[in-house]
């Protein structure tokens, strides 16, 4: 086994529970601190006591704390502290003597006969033990005296701890505090039966942390994302735990190398915490909690767990560990660190009977399996087996983590080196192909090795290396090739699950690369090792690769599949998202199967795979015009990548900038170098389609094609086709623009979905002649009345209104031209919006400018905008200028968008409709 050195934990110095260190605002606490801030600005002029109730390490000392800390400041309060110590428990007075003791130097102000009883109860006078009612007056009177100073503020925590004699003198006290300006607040565990009458006193119960504040929590600590996220659930919201959870792991399993045993250890504060009132429970009690507590999905029915054990049970549930769930038919922990604490009190022999026993009662064939290894001192050759099936049906469930940790217990329990290394090999590709966890899967995948150097070169092992690169976004070409050769090779002799995890880790790559020569070489390798392949993986070699070319019997086969998937109530992830690949891009993503996917991989522990939907969700999200979703899903997508350092994060970048593109955003241009050759060229176009730059849009779309053709493997071609004849019809290309569309309709493109035919008919109405435009236009815009695609409809009013305009057809055009304008401020797509409303000035159209349409240039654009408009060259202005002639065609290029024109011919116009706008 591969052994990692240990290392310092790289913490934030050790901190109050629920406090983000470095901040003086405890997390999560907003409401509790309201409430008591209400409490002692009533309580320090009137008196009054409070209980503050919660379970252990849920945050009462430190609330309390920072509570009275504020009334400190506000209020110039006096504090004064005891606590219950369980040393101390016996001793007569032991709280009020820590209470009253920083403050003795008070009691000579304090009237006889006061004084002399206050004195003999510290023990500081010789003299009888007062009587209760005395004491009490005694010290109501003492705090009258020490509040004419100051508020007085009376903290007793933990009273579960406090002596029997000073608990029944404070709790007198604490219901006689009217008019004494004392507020006195007291923390109890929930569920304690230490009595307190509280019926005059006020009482705050304090939950556990939320989720999302247990996250912040744990913000600071330096911690793989996954591993924070289990903590967080373990914790369950109690600081404490949050606090000290990480501190039982090793360094790398906080960095999500090293698995996390199923029972998270716990440190020796938490054990103190959760299972104090274990050690005096009798054996067989203890027997019965390790039973319950390793019986984790309650697979044996209570009955049969608890039979002849009723005494075991009633002093079970009477230790306040366990309580009896009638309707769930078991036995349900107080907390679920109290299990943790059961598991690792037990010893390991103990373990292992209570799994045996388990194993034998266990009523589910899986439960039974994972049992019997667990109570395996040895090795054993049908249980290492029987758990390769229990790991394929985790996965299927969407339990990645689950399968990963049972495929490496099998490696374990085997005497076959051979069998050992593949299984491993199989657990590395795992974390990293879907957990996206490289470096957990580079020790797994260094353990196989350790296990059989002679199976470094078996499928499963460059699968496993190969998915590392990938999924670091290293050396991802020869990654690529090595695959390819190892399925040459090995694929024939390997199992169907490695051949299949071998295809997925190529297509994958294929992704990233996203060019023809990637997805030719997927396209041979798929349809050599189809038969053994699933067809929604065998289908996406094409519809991901080259959707141009898919056949409508693809696309029938996958709405089947579509059909099948939407009809189960389960959702296997890994095939779900082979379906999502398949339909992505001939645009039939099931947006309902796909969401089910992110659902189950987050709690499955599947980030890759999550991340990989969260991006199929927002391009469908682009595409569909409902922008919001898609930044709202891209940016999870990045949040995600960049947790975990995964290489999809240029992809999702990139769907991010197609977004801002179309919108205008300039600064895209800076951004596109690390992205695949033709997203780049994507991008640019359609940021200078944005712009009215349609010869820049043709030059950038020939990287994927030019006018005409639908180059094999190029993916982008197909959802540019209104795009690219756009252009042509705009630059004077009318040729080109017919010659493209043709091309479209001979592949069959307007068959693939509602939206293709929508596109192509459009492209074919801006390519019509002056006679049959009008009715090509209404034509669409009748059958397509939906907005179901806002920007592609909103380019089309804007292209319609245009051509109207220029044929004198002024009212119309003004229909159309406004339509268009309401559908980019509804997209925020500014540039294209500005567009609109310059050809809605053109029809002489006027009305109140909005702030953000207020046409804004620079003093220097100003200059040379005015010059360009009088009809001088860029040469000319340069030299008026002192500017090179290319820094004019740069000004004059961001001028245009900003004037919502596209020609220099329209600057003289577009300037004095501008000034009246402004004026």
């Known amino acids: 086994m591969v052994t990692i050195p240990d290392s310092t934990l790289d913490l934030v110095p050790e901190h109050p529970a629920g406090r983000s260190a470095g901040r003086e605002v405890l997390i999560g606490r907003t409401r509790e601190l309201a409430e008591m801030a209400q409490f002692f600005g009533v309580a320090v002029q009137n008196g009054g006591g409070l209980l503050l109730s919660g379970e252990r390490g849920v945050g009462k000392s430190t609330l309390v704390d920072e509570a009275s800390r504020r009334a400190e400041e506000t209020w110039s309060a006096q504090v004064v502290r005891t606590r219950g110590f369980e040393a101390e428990a016996g001793v007569k007075f032991a709280a ?7 403050f003795v130097h008070t009691l000579a102000q304090v009237p006889e006969p006061y004084r002399s009883i206050l004195a003999s109860t510290l023990g500081l006078d010789a003299g009888c033990t007062p009587g209760r009612i005395r004491l009490a007056t005694a010290l109501l009177a003492w705090f009258r005296q020490l509040a004419e100073v100051a508020p007085l503020i009376v903290v007793v925590d933990d009273w579960p701890g406090v002596d029997r004699a000073s608990r029944r003198i404070l709790g007198m006290v604490a219901r006689r505090l009217d008019a004494t300006r004392t507020a006195m607040v007291i923390t109890r565990r929930a569920g304690s039966t230490t009595p307190l009458d509280t019926s005059r006193m006020r009482v705050l119960e304090l939950s556990p942390l939320s989720e999302q504040d247990s996250l912040s929590v744990l913000q600071p600590l330096q911690l793989d994302s996954a ?48 299972a104090d009132r274990l050690d005096n429970l009798p054996e067989s009690t203890r027997e019965l909690l390790v039973l319950a507590a390793l019986n984790g999905v309650a697979d044996v029915p209570l009955e049969v767990l608890v039979r002849d054990r009723a005494d075991d049970v009633r002093r079970a549930e009477e230790s306040g560990a366990v309580w009896v769930d009638v309707r769930e038919h078991s036995l349900r922990f107080r907390h679920l660190l109290t299990r943790w604490a059961v598991i690792e009190l037990a010893s390991a022999p103990q373990r292992r009977a209570a799994h045996a026993v388990l194993a034998a009662l266990s009523t589910g064939a899986h439960q039974r399996i994972l049992h019997r290894a667990d109570a395996a001192l040895d090795v054993d ?12 049906a985790s996965l299927d469930g969407g339990h990645v983590e689950r399968a990963i940790a049972v495929l490496s217990r099998a490696a374990e329990l085997t005497s076959d080196p051979d069998f050992a290394s593949r299984r491993l090999s199989e657990a590395a590709y795992l974390a990293a192909q879907l957990s996206g966890a490289p470096a957990r899967a580079e020790w797994i995948l260094g353990r196989a090795e350790g296990f059989d150097h002679s199976t470094v070169g078996s499928l499963e092992a460059v699968t496993a290396r190969a998915s590392i690169l ?42 990233l690369a996203d060019e023809g020569a990637r997805w030719r070489v997927l396209h041979e390798v798929v349809l050599r090792h189809a038969a053994r392949l699933p067809r929604a993986l065998v289908i996406g070699a094409t519809t991901l690769g080259d959707p141009a070319r898919a056949t409508p019997a693809q696309l029938r086969e996958i709405d089947s599949m579509i059909e099948r998937a939407d009809s189960r109530a389960d959702v296997d992830p890994v095939r779900a998202m082979q379906i999502v690949d398949a339909a992505v891009r001939v645009d039939r993503l099931p947006r309902d199967l796909a969401e089910r996917v992110v659902k189950r991989s987050r709690s499955g522990g599947a980030a890759a795979l999550e991340a990989a939907c969260l991006l199929r969700l927002a391009s469908d999200a682009f595409l569909d015009g409902r922008w919001q979703d898609s930044e709202r899903l891209t940016q999870e997508g990045l949040d995600l990548c960049d947790d975990r350092g995964l290489a999809l994060r240029d992809a999702v970048r990139n769907q991010q900038l197609l977004l801002r593109a179309v919108r205008g955003d300039r600064a895209v241009l800076d951004q596109t170098r690390s992205l695949p050759r033709s997203h780049a060229a994507v991008v640019d176009a359609l940021l200078a389609m944005a712009e009215g730059r349609h010869h820049d849009a043709l030059d950038a779309f020939g990287v994927v094609g030019v006018p005409g053709e639908f180059p094999p493997f190029e993916p982008a071609a197909v959802w540019t086709v209104f795009d690219v004849v756009e252009a042509c019809a705009r630059s004077g290309r009318m040729a080109d623009g ?15 979905s509602a939206r293709m035919r929508f596109l192509c008919d459009a492209a074919g109405a801006l390519l019509e002649s002056d006679d049959r435009y009008i009715q090509s236009f209404e034509r669409l815009l009748e059958t397509n009345p939906s907005r179901r695609w806002p920007f592609h409809l909103a380019r089309v009013e804007l292209a319609y209104g245009e051509r109207l305009r220029h044929d004198r057809e002024i009212r119309r055009a003004r229909e159309h031209l406004n339509d268009a304008r309401e559908l980019f401020s509804a997209l925020d797509a500014r540039t294209w919006e500005n567009r609109a409303a310059a050809e809605l000035r053109a029809t002489g159209q006027r009305r109140n400018v909005e702030p953000h349409l207020r046409v804004v240039l620079t003093p220097q654009e100003e200059e040379v905008a005015l010059l360009a408009a009088s009809g001088l060259t860029n040469k000319q202005i340069g030299e008026r200028l002192f500017l090179s ?29 501008r000034e009246q706008e402004l004026s």
Do not use: W
């Not at 050759?381 to 394929?392: C, E, F, P, R, W």
């Open 885 to 913: 002639a290319r820094t004019v065609s740069g000004h004059l290029y961001r001028i245009f968008p900003k004037l919502g024109i596209a020609t220099r011919a329209a600057l003289r116009d577009a300037l004095s409709e």
């Open 96 to 102: 009020l003597h820590q209470l009253m003791l920083p």
């Open 738 to 752: 017919r010659r493209h569309l043709d091309a479209a309709r001979d592949l069959g493109l307007p068959a693939m």
């Open 381 to 392: 050759v049908s249980t290492a087996d029987a758990l390769v099936a229990v790991a394929g």
């Open 470 to 511: 990938a999924a670091r976004g290293v050396d991802i070409d020869a990654a690529a090739d090595v695959l390819v050769k190892a399925l040459e090779v090995c694929a024939d002799e390997s199992d169907p699950r490695a051949v299949e995890a071998a295809v997925t880790t190529l297509s994958f790559i294929s992704s």
């Open 227 to 274: 591993v924070r996220q289990r903590i967080a659930t373990v914790a369950a919201g109690n600081p404490l735990a949050l606090a000290e959870l990480p501190r039982a792991l090793s360094s790398a399993q906080r960095a999500g190398v090293q698995l996390i045993p199923a029972a998270m250890p716990l440190t020796d504060r938490l054990r103190d915490v959760f």
